[in-house]
Every structure is written in C-alpha cells, then in structure tokens.
C-alpha cells in the first residue's frame, strides 16, 4: 500500500514562548501513527537514487520497508550497518541536499522524510539491540579526536576486530556534536546515547588528551598502536580582521556556545561567566550563526540581529534553521558586513556596517563582494558573535614535523586512501576537507577504517 499524500507527514514543534527560555529540543520526533503513514510514502524504487544522495549509502528503501511493516529493531540494524550515529544524523544532517534532493517522491510534493524516519527508528531502539564488540585482530588503532570522524572510524575498525582507542583533547567526548551544537537541535543525551552504544562496541575514549602536547604521535606508536587517525577537526574560529575585534562582548562563535554547550554558562548553578546580551549582533549566514543567534535568544537577549553580506537567498543555513531562528524573534540585516566594532573603556558600544553588492565578475560565477561607497551606518550594540567559520587548528603543524600541512593548517592526504604523508598515519573530516559536515566527516572515518585494515592486512602478509 503506498500513501499518496504529496506532503511529509507533520511532526510536533516546541511552542515559541518555551523556545525562547528553553534549550529544550525544537523538533519532536514523528508519532508512531505519522511514522507509519511517512513510510508508506516510500515507493520502494529498484534502483534508489536516495542511496546514491547519502555520503554513507544507509540502504534507504530497505529500513523503511521494516518500518512499514512494524520491524523497527531491524529497521536500526539496517542503518547502523551504515552510520554509526543514526540519531544524531536523523537530527543534524542536511538531508534537503542530500538524500531526499534525489528522492522521487520531491519531484511531485515533497520528498519522503528520509531523516526524519531514520531519527525515529533510533530514537525508538534501546541499548541492549547494540551488538557486542567483535573478537579479531589483537592490533591496537590509536585515533585522535571524539568528533564524528575519530568515533566513526573507531566504530567501524572495532566491528572489523581492531581495538580502537581515542584520544580527545577536551574533558568531553563528541567534538562539534558536543560543544558547538546547541541542545535544542541536539540533546546531550542523544550524543551520551550514541557514544554509549560505541562503548559497548569496545571503543575507549581518553579525554583530556592533546595529541601533540600530551602526546605525541611517535608515542603513540611506541605505545604499540599500528596505525593512527587523526580526526582532530576544524576548531579554530575565523575572525574578521577588522577594528575592534579585540572589544570585551565581542565573542567567536566558538567561544560563546563552548562557554553555554560545555561549561554551562546558562545554568543559574554555574560560574562560567558570560554576558547576557542586550541586543546581540551575530556576524554570518550558516547553521553555525543561526546555532548562535538562536542561543542568544534563549540566554534573554533583548534583540538579535544576524547580519550577513549576501542576500537571503545565499545563506548557507538550513532553511529550517533560518525560519526557526526568524519565528523565535531573530532580525536579519542582508546584504551587509561590519567594518568596525566601537567602544569605551575597552566595552563594545556600537557597529560600524557597510552594504556590500557583487562585482560584475560575481554574475559570471566568480564570488566576489564590494562595499557600497556611502552606505555606512551604526547600530547600539554590547555584544558581538563571529561566526563567519573555522579553519583547522595548529597544535599538530607545531609538533609533527613528519606530517605535511596545507597554509591553513589542514592536513595534506592522499584522497582515495586517507594516507598522510607518515607511513601508516591517516586523517579524515574537518581537518582535512576544512569545516564541512557530520555526514561527510563520518564517511572520512569509516573509509579510513576500511584502509587501515586493508594497508595492515597487507603489512601481516609481508
Ligand atoms: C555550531 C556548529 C553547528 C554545526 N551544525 C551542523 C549541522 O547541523 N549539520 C552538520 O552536518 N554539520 C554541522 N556542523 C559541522 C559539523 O559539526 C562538523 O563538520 C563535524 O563535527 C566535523 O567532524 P570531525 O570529527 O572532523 O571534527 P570535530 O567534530 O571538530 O571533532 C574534532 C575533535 O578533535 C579534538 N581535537 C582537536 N585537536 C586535538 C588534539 N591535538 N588532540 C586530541 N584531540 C584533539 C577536538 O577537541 C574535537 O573533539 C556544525 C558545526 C558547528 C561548529
Ligand atoms: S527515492 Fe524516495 S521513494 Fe524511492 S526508495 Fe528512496 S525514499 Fe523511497
């Protein structure tokens, strides 16, 4: 039975007045019923072009088949055989652009909700359907990094029989998933959840672990690790360069959700200091300034304003994201950059912005914006959040002299096999690709798995 309903089937959204004090999650997951009749959307096409749209290939037609039929503990088998963190994708992945950009259901209404049944199944699965971890190879494989590349290729070398122990330089496991994305798009014990299930697959994570201060990757080797991974990230914030920057209230992004997401500023019971904001400007387009604006919002903010210097159309955020952000009372300025953040006594006070518009080379492709002489204006601000990217950090640039970097600090691979420039040395995700996706991120892990075990294969033989 096919339902022919051309729309997804609606889920529950928190109300507006909680979201606004709440870092509770926004987005519920589907009812049973909707789950069901959602499913029944899926037209079990032979050759899936949905599969094809998924960086990780989860077998799409297939797990929603078990749901239709009410099987959903095989309906999460069918999944985890593909990603390693079904919840946290259901959650955060951009599934508009991927998976269901190329389901045929989207070319006459909308497409099945692929993400939206895939964060269903997991969220309805408890712990004891994770499988035990697999005996096999008595080799250790060292990865550095918790985010979802290292706890990806942790996982999957773990299910090929390899002991797989992570080191993460933070006192907390998860990477981004952890200290970047809020918890009303991501609850902590969703990722607790995730990281769990791994636990029991016989991954170890050692926090508090800097490779390259703590340890360094020669020891790690002397310590009887084959191979290492390296999964460290895109941790450190862009800034703007312009007058100002230095002002106390002007924040990166990643110091302002670091400081709510890992150290509890917003929790009356804690003493991590953060300002409040009176009226918070965030400096950016992407899910990261909406992830901003909308926790700004919820610390009480009088007024948030994103300001981003192309028009609405361009923003790179999620368009769920950007009308959750409008519906909780974000303003946006398009269009436009700062110039200058003004101050007294070393306290932000104002904004200095510009118009921006494309030069006539942006109209043949090339992206390329300039400020619109005479459109200066200012704005009362106390708080400014940047969030205009990140680029990879460079502890490991200073201290593993063996490895080969790009300018911006990324690690230089061979693509097709994840090998650094040390033998036997691997590196995957954001420190690699530079700031991207979980998605993406996770199939760096699990392909750098398959190559470990290939390239240590091989090494036994010989
Ligand atoms: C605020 C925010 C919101 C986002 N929202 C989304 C979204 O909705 N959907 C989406 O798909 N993507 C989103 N992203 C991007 C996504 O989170 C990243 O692409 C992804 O987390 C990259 O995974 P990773 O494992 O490569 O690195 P990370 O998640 O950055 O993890 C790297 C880990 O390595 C650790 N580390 C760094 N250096 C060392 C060292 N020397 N020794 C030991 N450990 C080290 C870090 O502490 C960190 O835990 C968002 C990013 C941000 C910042
Ligand atoms: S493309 Fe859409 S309809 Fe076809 S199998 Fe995938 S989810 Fe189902």
């Given at each position: 039975?096919?339902?022919k ?59 929603i088949?078990?749901?239709?039929k ?11 055989k ?24 989207g070319?006459a209404?909308q497409p ?5 049944l895939?964060?269903?199944v ?15 190879s ?8 918790s985010?979802?590349?290292g706890l ?13 122990d ?8 998860g990477?981004?998933l ?12 969703v ?8 636990n ?35 941790g450190l ?6 007058p100002?920057e ?30 409040i ?19 700004a919002?919820?610390?009480?903010a ?18 769920d ?11 946006f ?28 080379e ?7 914006l ?9 704005m009362?601000i ?15 640039v200073?201290s593993?002299?063996?490895l ?27 420190a ?23 390239d ?7």
């Amino acid at each position: 039975m096919i339902n022919k309903s051309k729309l997804k089937q609606p889920i529950d959204i928190l109300n507006i007045k909680k979201r606004k004090t709440s870092f509770e999650e926004v987005e519920k997951s589907l009812s049973d019923e909707n789950a069901l009749n959602e499913s029944l959307r899926c037209l079990k096409c032979k050759n899936p072009p949905c599969v094809l749209g998924c960086p990780v290939g989860i077998k799409i037609p297939e797990f929603i088949d078990c749901i239709s039929k009410g099987i959903i503990s095989d309906a999460y088998q069918i999944i985890s055989k593909d990603s390693f963190l079904p919840s946290i994708c259901g959650r955060v992945c951009p599934q508009e652009t991927q998976c269901e950009a190329k389901c045929v259901r989207g070319k006459a209404g909308q497409p099945v909700a692929i993400g939206r049944l895939e964060r269903y199944v997991a969220d309805k699965i408890k712990l004891e359907h994770f499988k035990s971890p697999k005996k096999g190879s008595n080799l250790k494989i060292a990865i550095v990094g918790s985010g979802p590349s290292g706890l990806t290729c942790a996982a999957q070398l773990c299910n090929l029989g390899y002991q797989a122990d992570i080191f993460e330089a933070l006192h907390i496991p998860g990477g981004v998933l952890t200290y970047g994305i809020p918890a009303f798009r991501l609850p902590r014990d969703v990722i607790n959840f995730e990281i769990e299930n791994l636990n029991r697959l016989g991954v170890k994570i050692y926090t508090n672990m800097v490779i390259g201060k703590t340890l360094t990757i020669d020891n790690l080797f002397e310590m009887g690790y084959s191979a290492v991974y390296i999964s460290t990230g895109a941790g450190l914030p862009k800034l703007m360069g312009i007058p100002g920057e230095g002002l106390g209230g002007v924040y990166s992004s990643n110091e302002f959700l670091t400081r709510i997401n890992l150290m509890h500023a917003n929790k009356s019971d804690y003493d991590t200091p953060i300002k409040i904001p009176k009226r918070a400007l965030v400096v950016g387009g992407g899910n990261v300034a909406m992830d901003v604006a909308r926790s700004a919002v919820r610390l009480g903010a009088d007024k948030v304003t994103v300001i981003y210097r192309r028009e609405e159309a361009k923003m790179p955020a999620r368009r769920d994201e950007i009308l959750h952000a409008k519906e909780e009372g974000v303003e946006f300025i398009f269009s436009s950059t700062p110039i200058e953040f003004i101050g007294n006594s070393g306290k932000l006070e104002k904004v200095k912005y510009v118009n921006m518009k494309p030069t006539s080379e942006e109209s043949s492709g090339k992206s390329h914006l300039v400020p619109v002489s005479g459109s200066e204006k200012e704005m009362e601000i106390d708080t400014a959040i940047i969030s205009i990217g990140n680029s990879a950090n460079k502890i490991l640039v200073e201290s593993e002299k063996s490895l080969e970097f790009r300018p911006d600090g990324r690690i230089v691979t061979d693509e097709a096999t994840a090998r650094t420039s040390r033998k036997y040395v691997y590196a995957g995700g954001d420190a690699v690709s530079g700031a991207a996706t979980v998605i993406l991120a996770m199939q760096a892990g699990k392909q750098a798995a398959y190559q470990i075990h290939k390239d240590l294969s091989i090494k036994s033989q010989t």
